[in-house]
């Protein structure tokens, strides 16, 4: 009840004109998930200033909190545009794809495959 409350103080007009732009892209059951976005922000800036100082585990470290924002994005759905869903999805996607390929040059590589990795990313 108290949650049907204050969705309901959410949708009045004070509201919308103060704080529209935290929620309206969402979908009505998730107009939280702006928060959700900030809290992956800060998991991010906290993984790189205070985890690990060795770049290959901060590099773990960061993939595990893409793939659980990825999860949670292909999981609730939030946006309420599936087109914004989509980019969403494929813009973390890529993100977990550089990590990995970043986590492949941190770590020392054998001549032959380093030179065909460096071909196929130039490629």
């Not at 919308?16 to 809290?39: D, K, M, S, T």
């Amino acid at each position: 009840i108290d949650g049907r409350r204050r969705r309901g103080a959410l949708l009045s007009r004070d509201s919308i004109n103060q704080l529209g732009f935290l929620f309206w892209g969402y979908r009505p059951a998730r107009w939280y998930w702006e928060a959700v976005v900030h809290l992956r922000k800060v998991l991010v800036v906290a993984v790189l200033a205070f985890g690990p100082h060795t770049p290959a585990l901060q590099l773990c470290s960061l993939a595990w909190v893409l793939a659980l924002a990825l999860l949670l994005n292909v999981v609730f759905l939030p946006y309420a545009a599936s087109a914004i869903t989509r980019v969403e999805n494929f813009s973390l996607g890529t993100l977990l794809v550089t990590l990995a390929v970043g986590l492949l040059l941190v770590q020392p590589l054998p001549a032959v495959l380093a030179v065909s990795l460096g071909l196929f990313l130039v490629v």
